[in-house]
């Protein structure tokens, strides 16, 4: 029994002085690794060359060491939250236009694969052709006969956007009105039938750009609670020119409501607009030509 216990103490003193001189061996190799690695580092820079061009000095930072490539990429967003139908340029947009979509849902659709993304069908022919004679009598302009006066488009637009803005998803169609340079946008919460599709098939397309107001609102709602209503107006505006001057411009909106809105009511509409546009621009060009003869 003595002789176990003793030799199980000089195990722990053996066992405390391999635990002390270890610890000096790694304190006293300290000095070493740094220097080893001090000296290893700046041959990492020869190894960076395999994936960058830029100069040996620029490594002295972290970021130096990255491809040039890294910035092409990608910059980071500030939006993390966006996704399909949440865009927050185009929801600023939408609340310039006096609809806020509450629901966080709102597709800008301006050519057939955002009909996808949105989760509606693609249309079966392009370009639409829509006949909407017969319905352009149907579509009163504010002010100009007792059928519409300015008051009560201006009551049932604010109730339809406020409507808009609480529906939940918003489907935003964008082109030209056909043959023409006036952009259009569509408002609209239904999805009843080929009704956006059709009318992304009318439209004639416009070139890629950051959303931005359009001389053609629609405001279009439907659903089974809505009273039948169609009317348009145009009014003149300022508008600020890239050279900071303002000149006076005409801008229109439709307004269609309905259980099931008509698309030939929707396009009567937009034809409308686009012949009252045409003819401000007309009258306004005919008048400055006048103004500089007479200077």
Known sequence: FLHHSITTMNLLRAATLCRGQSSK???????????TATTLL????????????APAAAAATTTSNLPPSIPRVGAAT??????????????????ADGVTPLKKCAFRITKPLDLKVAGLALPKSTPLKVNAKGDRSKVPEAGMTDALSFDTFDEVMQQTKDSLSLSDALYCPEGHAPSTKFGVRVITNSKEGALVSDLVAYLERMPKRDPTSQSVTC????????????GYAIEEVEEQKDDGSREAVSVATVVITGKKPSLKRIVAGIE?????????????????????KGE
């Open 78 to 95: 500030a939006f993390p939250d966006e996704y399909p139908g949440q865009n927050y340029i185009f929801n600023w947009c939408l609340n």
């Open 272 to 292: 409308l607009s686009a012949e009252g546009l045409e003819a401000d621009a007309l009258e306004r060009a005919e008048k400055k030509a006048e103004e500089e």
């Open 219 to 230: 405001y279009v709602l439907g659903g089974p609670n809505c009273e039948e209503f169609a």
């Open 25 to 35: 061996l790694v304190a006293s190799s300290r000095p070493a690794l740094a220097a």
């Open 42 to 53: 700046p041959n990492t820079n020869n190894s960076s060359r395999l994936f960058s061009a």
